[in-house]
Nanobody
Framework: QVQLVESGGGLVQAGGSLRLSCAASGRTFSPYVMGWFRQAPGKEREFVAAINRYGGITDYVDSVKGRFTISRDNAKSTVALQMNNLKPEDTAVYYC???????????????WGQGTQVTVSS
């Protein structure tokens, strides 16, 4: 099992930027696919972005393409989500997740962080 702790959330105006970070501990980090999900009030938790074990392949939901960038540092056991040009509809709790295989489904990720709140004001 991998323990995940997110940080970097906060309140930002529309058009602003935030950088989320997720620190992993426990099992070796590098074999895992890492993903970011988000959950807005009253909505299902949705896929945002994922990165493969070596960082060479990334995947994004259409609504964040061109604005968000996922990256990882296996030496530091961290994964980041750089979020630019934020919109009010990006407001949600953002979760870091780890899984054995790449994908967009929540069920494919085994370990989850506790989440960090991102609020974008208009």
């Amino acid at each position: 099992q991998v323990q995940l702790v997110e940080s970097g959330g906060g309140l930002v105006q529309a058009g602003g930027s935030l950088r989320l970070s997720c620190a992993a501990s426990g099992r070796t980090f590098s074999p895992y696919v890492m993903g970011w999900f988000r959950q807005a009030p009253g909505k299902e938790r949705e896929f945002v972005a994922a990165i493969n074990r070596y960082g060479g392949i990334t995947d994004y939901v259409d609504s964040v393409k061109g604005r968000f960038t996922i990256s990882r540092d296996n030496a530091k056991s961290t994964v980041a989500l750089q979020m630019n040009n934020l919109k009010p509809e990006d407001t949600a709790v953002y979760y870091c997740a780890a899984g054995p295989v790449p994908g967009r489904s929540r069920e494919m990720y085994r370990d989850w962080g506790q989440g960090t709140q991102v609020t974008v004001s208009s």
